[in-house]
């Protein structure tokens, strides 16, 4: 069973940086697309960045184009996501997704548990 | 961006109900759809994808049709399992974008 596991939430001061972590396992993570979808409390899903298998694209939402930086290392299974001059309205968990299939645009599949991270000073 | 929209954006139904749940895109989206189930505090579980197919091992009470703009994800006799929030998502063209959400409760 496809697992995803994030880590590096946390509490950071507006304006400070943060990088989470996705850590892949049973499936080829080098053959798939990737992305980070977050949630603020108590709403509802907001697709953040998604990035293609080899890392030659990269997409962002408006929202944090510019800030955040999603990124991977298919030689140790994992997709990361920098993000810089943190805002209160980055509060969410974010999620790492893994697309459904290796070609064209597809939804996700599995996702992992999920990271907190609370801006706040 | 496209826009997607969610109607209703809460009901309330009994165990054994049939329960529909449209999602609107603000331009042709193909059959570029997908649907996902939330409960609280878990991340969300992909349903159905290409708008009617069925992800492997999702109950056959949970089915979706549409195309172009207009979609519908129906859940035909609703289990005590199935009360959550439901939300739409369109992948033709980034940025991905989810509907609102419908929360499903019991009446």
């Known amino acids: 069973q496809v697992q995803l596991v994030e880590s590096g939430g946390g509490v950071v001061q507006p304006g400070r940086s943060l990088r989470l972590s996705c850590a892949a396992s049973?499936?080829?993570?080098?053959?798939?697309?990737m992305h980070w979808v977050r949630q603020a409390p108590g709403k509802g899903l907001e697709w953040v960045a998604g990035i293609w298998y080899d890392g030659s694209n990269k997409y962002y939402a408006d929202s944090v184009k510019g800030r955040f930086t999603i990124s991977r290392d298919n030689s140790k299974s994992m997709l990361y996501l920098q993000m810089n001059s943190l805002r209160a309205e980055d509060t969410a968990v974010y999620y790492c997704?893994?697309?459904?299939?290796?070609?064209?645009?597809?939804?996700?599949?599995?996702w992992g548990q999920g990271s907190l991270v609370t801006v706040s000073s | 961006d496209i826009q997607m929209t969610q109607s209703p954006s809460s009901l309330s139904a009994s165990v054994g109900d049939r329960v529909t749940i449209t999602c609107r895109a603000s331009q042709g989206i193909n059959n570029f759809l997908a649907w996902f189930q939330q409960k609280p505090g878990k991340a969300p579980k992909f349903l159905i994808y290409?708008?009617?197919r069925l992800q492997s091992g999702v109950p056959s009470n949970f089915s979706g049709s549409g195309y172009g703009t207009d979609f519908t994800l129906t859940i035909s006799s609703l289990q005590p399992e199935d009360f959550a929030t439901y939300y739409c998502?369109?992948?033709?063209?980034?940025?991905?974008?989810f509907g609102p959400g419908t929360k499903v409760d019991m009446k």
């Open positions: 290409e708008a009617s």
């Open positions: 997704a893994k697309e459904h299939r290796i070609t064209g645009s597809q939804p996700f599949d599995y």
């Open positions: 998502q369109q992948y033709k063209t980034f940025p991905f974008t």
């Open positions: 049973r499936f080829t993570f080098s053959s798939y697309g």
